[in-house]
């Protein structure tokens, strides 16, 4: 079945470093991809998404590729600030006509002062 | 105006007892879901409506029993609550099938 794999957390980071959250994924046919971002105490929110292969996706300052010769849909941002820490959620589209977001397992991202 | 909203926000309940979450949306969406995340942080999906017609129901144990009276609206009852139910659960809705679910804020519920 459809599957998302992110990398193990927690993550942590200073202030201005460069972020990379790896997420690979398992599907058949041509899925939507999905990062959300989960504020402490808060739910899910969608950050931004890819919905072909070689699309970015980009928000406030984040941006992620669809891969398909990868499957990869990466999370990258060039300077992170103490207000990113948060979990982020890799997530797919299930095509099957069910219509269901597949998550991954979520990466706990900590920014030090 | 919060666009989701879940109540209660905590539950603390003892083993057995059965237990009601209610979900509203003032989105007009015609899509709600029910997701279960534990301590771990792991989502994963229970049930979803589309315009009151259950569409998902992920192996949950009967146990958990969905209703939607309208579209608005997805609650959530659990009978016989044991120690495992302990999770947050989260409530979500979209516009038809876009992927883009908008969350409610969790019931964090708490099983003794």
């Known amino acids: 079945g459809n599957s998302v794999t992110q990398m193990e957390g927690p993550v942590t980071l200073s202030e201005e470093a460069f972020l990379t959250i790896n997420c690979t994924y398992t599907?058949?046919?041509?899925?939507?991809l999905f990062w959300y971002v989960q504020y402490p105490g808060e739910g899910l929110q969608l950050l931004l998404k890819?919905?072909?292969?070689?699309d970015k996706g980009s928000n406030k300052g984040f941006e992620a590729t669809y891969r398909k010769e990868t499957t990869s849909f990466h999370l990258e941002k060039g300077s992170v600030q103490v207000s990113d820490s948060a979990v982020y959620f890799c997530?797919?589209?299930?095509?099957?006509?069910?219509?269901?977001?597949?998550f991954g397992q979520g990466t706990r991202l900590t920014i030090n002062p | 105006d919060t666009a989701v909203s879940q109540t209660p926000k905590y539950l603390v309940t003892q083993m057995g007892n059965d237990k009601s979450i209610k979900c509203e949306q003032n989105?007009?969406?015609?899509?709600m879901y029910w997701y279960k995340q534990d301590s771990k942080k792991f989502l994963k999906i229970m049930f979803s409506?589309?315009?009151?017609?259950?569409?998902i129901n992920e192996t949950v144990p009967n146990r958990f029993s969905p209703k939607s009276p309208d579209k608005a609206h997805l609650n959530l009852h659990i009978n016989s609550l044991e120690l495992g139910d302990s999770a947050v659960y989260f409530c979500?809705?979209?516009?038809?099938?876009?992927?883009?679910?908008?969350f409610g804020e969790g019931s964090r519920l708490t099983v003794l």
């Open positions: 979500a809705s979209s516009p038809r099938y876009t992927g883009e679910l908008f």
């Open positions: 599907a058949t046919g041509y899925p939507s």
């Open positions: 890819a919905t072909k292969a070689d």
């Open positions: 997530a797919l589209s299930d095509q099957s006509g069910a219509q269901k977001l597949v």
């Open positions: 989105l007009g969406h015609d899509t």
């Open positions: 409506y589309n315009n009151k017609e259950l569409i």
